[in-house]
């Protein structure tokens, strides 16, 4: 399979905590992408970062890409019970199909 | 911008039976269309790609047959699943790009349940 691994599976932490969520991937890339999944509805992007870039922030969100270990982490920071949902992360290599990871189940307690 | 949209949102049939679900995009053209599904709890997993005008190309392991794919025009793509079978009950997700290098803009996703 080309489906990459996401690891947690799942994790819960305390409100205001960060999270942190990493991915593997099988094949050289030139984007990977990171998605989150509210229960039961369609993908929300997050952020992309390209091969050539090793570090990239938006907002809470901070996502690192290292490609020698085909690798990359989504970290939320202060997480708030909004964030609770899944986190995928999607790889594509000019192929424009995206592979998606097998997503990390984030739980926020109040 | 870059909306897309799917109807219905959620769609129950008897097996045997056929469902359409569409997918549109609302404020641009899209060049190409993914459709992908997603079994309670598990990732995404692309099922074909659909090029306006041209015939879709199916991933490997999904019945062409049984999932047809049309994309008759750059804002509508359509997946009719013919002979529904329990098994086929899952989450319908698509997509849509504008060029190549575009990102895929996702749909909010059809919840098809054959009983």
């Known amino acids: 399979s080309q489906q990459g691994e996401e690891d947690p599976q799942a994790l819960s932490i305390q409100e205001g905590e960060n999270a942190t969520m990493n991915c593997s991937y099988k094949?050289?890339?030139?984007?990977l992408q990171w998605y989150r999944q509210n229960s039961g509805r369609g993908l929300v992007h997050l952020i992309l970062?390209?091969?050539?870039?090793r570090e990239k922030h938006s907002g809470r969100l901070r996502v690192t890409l290292d490609t020698s270990k085909k690798s990359s982490s989504l970290l939320i920071t202060a997480s708030r019970a909004a964030d609770t949902a899944s986190y995928f992360c999607?790889?594509?290599?000019?192929?424009?199909?995206?592979?998606f990871g097998q997503g990390t189940r984030l739980t926020i307690n109040p | 911008g870059a909306v897309v949209s799917q109807h219905p949102s959620w769609v129950i049939c008897k097996s045997g039976t056929s469902v359409k679900i569409e997918c549109r995009s609302l404020?641009?053209?899209?060049?190409?269309m993914f459709w992908y599904r997603q079994f309670p709890k598990q990732s995404l997993m692309l099922m074909a790609t659909?090029?306006?005008?041209?015939?879709?190309?199916?991933e490997q392991g999904v019945e062409k047959d049984k999932f047809l794919i049309n994309h008759a025009s750059l804002t509508l793509s359509t997946l009719t699943v013919t002979s529904a079978h329990p098994e086929d009950s899952s989450f319908y997700i698509c997509?849509?790009?504008?060029?190549?290098?575009?990102?895929?803009?996702f749909g909010p996703g059809t919840r098809l349940t054959v009983t």
């Open positions: 997509s849509a790009t504008q060029g190549l290098a575009g990102l895929q803009y």
């Open positions: 094949t050289s890339i030139n984007n």
């Open positions: 970062i390209r091969s050539n870039e």
């Open positions: 999607a790889t594509d290599w000019g192929a424009q199909k995206l592979v």
């Open positions: 404020d641009f053209q899209a060049t190409t």
């Open positions: 659909s090029n306006e005008g041209s015939k879709a190309t199916y």
